[in-house]
């Protein structure tokens, strides 16, 4: 398992290790989320990147002798996708490759954490009145929606231009080398240890949930960017690790697909979902005044910088997760956000200052 200790990965090995049926090689330089498992003996973390030239001999080993390669290992935050291009790309296509390239010399199934990005925008988001009432237009199906990306210039693609080559490259290798692959495509996975909350446990700009979160827990006011009129669909951890271990379990289905794993029940605007989640704070610190929490509006290029551009909307097609995997996702928004909002209340609200109501 590479990038084993990130917000997915940590929850992955919760699942897997907690079964007492896996034995787990993983691949971080990062630890902090998985400490309760540093002491398992089923779990063997190698502490460094998975593509160091020093750890090349055991990686090798590893894939040899797995019946399953996960790779999860990326640069996956889009405020450094516009920042930090070069290591963007580096990180999600570059130091992949010799993962895909050691899968398919070895014929070790790989099963490969890519994004909804690579759908990019809509064809509804490029339409001048719109077209969000045709799901041909917007809805994102896996092995027919084309993969629409903005302009160079706009740097905010490097990320999801990098996850579609390397989608590409495991493609062509399956065709030309008869790589066992399988490919996930998440659509905004939350809960508990995704991400940080910046000057407590990390530094930067995290996603969306953690940005709101941190400005909750500063009395700060949450910032909508571009007024927050992106949509979102999403889907709780805990259902998504059961999809994941429900393609690890199912190699003959899985095997050879792409798979779309949301839920298109919990689609929120942003700004919705700031609300929602002010409305939770109040509810668990039981301080009224959250219900009135500040949200301001920003333009993209405040936020970001210079080269953002955002996806219109995420709404997932899941006929094939639903078929072949018996997978249909179920735990409303209001649920993910409670549990996931408490964890981080539980975990760093000491010494936070009022609500900052009106
Ligand atoms: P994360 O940032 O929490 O975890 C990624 C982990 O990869 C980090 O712990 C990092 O240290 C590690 N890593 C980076 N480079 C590495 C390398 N060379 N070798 C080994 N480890 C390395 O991200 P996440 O949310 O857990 O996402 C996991 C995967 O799922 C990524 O591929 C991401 O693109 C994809 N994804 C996630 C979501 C989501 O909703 N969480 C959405 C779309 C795509
Ligand atoms: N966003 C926002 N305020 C923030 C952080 C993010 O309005 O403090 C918006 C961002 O512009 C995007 C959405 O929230 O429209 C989701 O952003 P996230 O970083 O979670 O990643 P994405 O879903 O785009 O991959």
């Avoid at 889009?78 to 993962?99: G, Q």
Wanted: contains cysteine; proline residues 7%; charged residues 25%.
């Amino acid at each position: 398992m590479l990038g084993c200790g990130g917000f997915i990965g940590s929850h992955l090995l919760d699942r897997m290790l907690g079964d007492g049926r896996f034995r787990v090689d993983g691949w971080d330089p990062e630890d902090g989320k998985i400490q309760a498992h540093l002491g398992n003996p089923r779990f063997r973390l190698h502490r460094r990147p998975a593509n160091a030239p020093e750890t090349r001999a055991e990686l090798e080993q590893a894939v040899r002798s797995a019946d399953a390669v996960i790779n999860l290992a990326a640069i996956c935050n889009p405020s450094e996708y516009n920042t930090r291009p070069l290591s963007v790309i580096h990180a999600n296509l570059f130091d992949v490759y010799p993962v895909i390239l050691l899968c398919a010399e070895h014929g070790r199934w790989l099963v490969n954490l890519s994004t909804s990005e690579v759908y990019g925008r809509t064809i509804a988001g490029y339409l001048p009145g719109g077209g969000y009432d045709d799901p041909d237009l917007y809805e994102l199906r896996e092995d027919e929606t084309p993969l629409v990306l903005g302009p160079v210039r706009n740097q905010r693609w490097t990320y999801a231009c990098a996850k579609q080559m390397v989608e590409r490259l495991i493609y062509a290798h399956h065709m030309e080398d008869g790589l066992p692959f399988t490919i996930i495509r998440p659509l905004n996975f939350f809960g508990p240890r995704m991400d940080y909350i910046p000057s407590r446990d990390g530094d930067g700009v995290p996603r969306v949930l953690a940005c709101f979160m941190a400005a909750l827990l500063a009395g700060e006011p949450m910032r909508l960017v571009d007024g927050g009129r992106a949509r979102r669909t999403i889907v709780s951890i805990h259902e998504a690790v059961d999809a994941i271990c429900r393609i690890l379990e199912r190699p003959q289905a899985a095997q050879g697909e792409i798979f779309n794993i949301g839920n298109r029940d919990n689609e929120v605007t942003i700004a919705e979902l700031a609300d929602r989640m002010r409305k939770t704070y109040a509810r668990i610190t039981g301080d009224a005044r959250y219900n009135d929490h500040p949200i301001v509006e920003t333009s993209a290029e405040d936020f970001y910088g210079a080269g953002y551009e955002d996806c219109d909307r995420r709404m997932p097609d899941l006929t094939k997760a639903e078929r072949l995997l018996g997978w249909s996702p179920k735990v409303p928004l209001d649920d993910i956000l409670l549990e996931t909002m408490t964890h981080f209340h539980e975990a760093h609200a000491a010494g936070r200052p009022a609500a900052a109501g009106p």
